[in-house]
């Protein structure tokens, strides 16, 4: 009867503190729910990277394809089943998606501190990004995560079809893409500077290297061992920032002004021709300050990004399927 009540009583909790009244994201949110929840995920973080050093990319690219269809609201995460398509097999997605068991992981052990799920795969997803960005780029790159989304009981196939920009975009596509976002030009090139870690297959940038003519040609000669130009290979990788790949810095930046950036779409931020975004790149590139600032101002704009909040939504029990 003892433990009866005190489920109950653990389930009365539960359900207050779940549904807080205000519906604005605050850094603070889980310090009284549960304030464990922020250095577990990080450790984590920490390991995963500590075991292979590109999940910190794939993580912060999670989190990216999470916001930019239909908000930051954890759909990317949901797997296909009989009643609900997920994002997981849309073109962006397909083959390309990774660190989905880093953040399986990260659900379990902080639902276990926290003795009930009160964390959202959403949250957990952006909390992720910004350790692995300090993680791979030091403290500079540290920001105060914005938190209380919570979780969407949908998703969109055709939606993450639609509204994550492919590699072979034009700079004035990139830029309506963003703009469609909520998000302006300064946003599109100092989120593109997450391109600073990781990798890319092939098939996103054989195009590029075979037909593009603003690309050095030692470089793109260099990639046509590892991206054979008319059969195999699609799935080989190149590093997006060659001098550094696992270190998030400038150096993407610096790639761009001598004609060496690997996707079509990064190349695209830097033409030579003096406008806008020449000038952010050649500020970025020579300045990290200037790029930490824009780039964590634009991760909290991009997580604040049609976020659901207050009882909207859910906290999901396992990130994988809704509840
Ligand atoms: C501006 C438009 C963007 C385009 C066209 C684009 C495109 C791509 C492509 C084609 C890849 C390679 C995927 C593969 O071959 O497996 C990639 C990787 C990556 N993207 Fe983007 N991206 C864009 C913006 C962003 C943004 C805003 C972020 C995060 C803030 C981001 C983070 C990453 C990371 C970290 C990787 C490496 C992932 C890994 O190694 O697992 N990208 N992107
Ligand atoms: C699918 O939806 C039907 C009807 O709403 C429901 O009975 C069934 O349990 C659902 N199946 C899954 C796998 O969620
Ligand atoms: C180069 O461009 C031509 C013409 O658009 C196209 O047919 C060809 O497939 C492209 N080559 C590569 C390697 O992408």
Not at 175 to 200: C, M, Y
């Amino acid at each position: 009867m003892a433990s009866c009540l005190q489920y109950f009583i653990v389930f009365a909790m539960a359900t207050l503190v779940t549904i807080p009244s205000h519906a604005q994201l605050t850094p603070e949110f889980y310090d009284k729910v549960c304030p464990q929840a922020l250095p577990i995920i990080e450790s984590v973080v920490q390991r995963a990277i500590f075991r292979e050093r590109r999940m910190g990319a794939s993580l912060l690219r999670l989190h990216f394809h999470d916001c930019f269809v239909n908000g930051c609201d954890g759909s990317v995460l949901l797997d296909d089943t009989p009643n609900l398509t997920g994002e997981k097999s849309a073109l962006p997605n397909i083959g390309s998606l990774r660190g989905l068991e880093v953040i399986d992981e990260i659900k379990a052990a902080v639902d276990k501190a926290c003795k009930r799920p009160v964390v959202s795969c959403a949250d957990i997803l952006a909390i992720a990004a910004r350790d692995s960005v300090s993680i791979l780029g030091g403290s500079l790159y540290w920001y105060k995560v914005l938190l209380g989304r919570r979780d969407a009981t949908t998703a969109s196939k055709d939606a993450a079809n639609s509204n994550l920009p492919p590699p072979f975009f034009t700079f004035s596509q990139l830029l309506s893409s963003f703009q469609s976002h909520g998000l302006d030009l300064k946003d599109l090139v100092a989120l593109s500077g997450a391109h600073t870690i990781g990798f890319a297959q092939c098939s996103t940038f054989r195009n590029r290297i075979y037909n593009d003519t603003n690309i050095d040609p030692n470089f793109a000669s260099s990639l046509q061992g590892t991206c054979p130009r008319s059969s195999g290979g699609d799935s080989n990788l190149a590093a997006l920032d060659r001098a550094t790949p696992s270190r998030f810095d400038t150096s993407f930046y610096s790639a761009l002004l001598s004609k060496k950036g690997l996707l079509h779409s990064d190349q695209e931020l830097f033409k030579g021709d003096g406008g806008e975004s020449d000038n952010l790149v050649k500020l970025y590139s020579k300045n990290p300050f200037a790029f930490a600032r824009d780039f964590k101002a634009s991760m909290v704009k991009m997580g604040n990004m049609k976020t659901l909040t207050g009882s909207v939504g859910e906290i999901r029990n396992n990130c994988r399927r809704i509840n």
